[in-house]
Nanobody, 125 residues
Framework: QLQLRESGGGLVQTGESLRLSCAVS????????MGWFRQAPGKEREFVAG???????SYMDSVLDRFTILRDVSKNALYLRMNSLKPEDTAVYYC???????????????????WGQGTQITVSS
């Protein structure tokens, strides 16, 4: 059974940086498509960044050049490095994963089978 556990959320001010971590247990990250999603109050869960098993990456437009998704095979973990945070980045952030032989990045909620519990990020203005 695959388990995901996020950490690294918190309260920051506009312009500051954070790094989210997602610890993966049960399977190696090398056979997973993985992603970060976020959900703000009253809004649908949305794709933030994703990485394929072959480490292709994709980002939502509003975080491009600010966020970086990284995978560490030695630690079996996924990270999201977030720079220049803005109040509109405030949300619960979720790590997601699914087994795949596909080389593309998955960007839809229904393409992922496993989810972490989420971690809150609040960016104050």
């Amino acid at each position: 059974q695959l388990q995901l556990r996020e950490s690294g959320g918190g309260l920051v001010q506009t312009g500051e940086s954070l790094r989210l971590s997602c610890a993966v247990s049960g399977r190696t990250v090398t056979i997973l498509a993985m992603g970060w999603f976020r959900q703000a109050p009253g809004k649908e869960r949305e794709f933030v960044a994703g990485i394929s098993p072959r480490e292709s990456t994709s980002y939502m437009d509003s975080v491009l050049d600010r966020f970086t998704i990284l995978r560490d095979v030695s630690k079996n973990a996924l990270y999201l490095r977030m720079n220049s945070l803005k109040p509109e980045d405030t949300a619960v952030y979720y790590c997601a994963a699914t087994f795949t032989l596909n080389s593309r990045v998955f960007t839809r909620v229904n393409e992922y089978d496993y989810w972490g519990q989420g971690t809150q990020i609040t960016v104050s203005s």
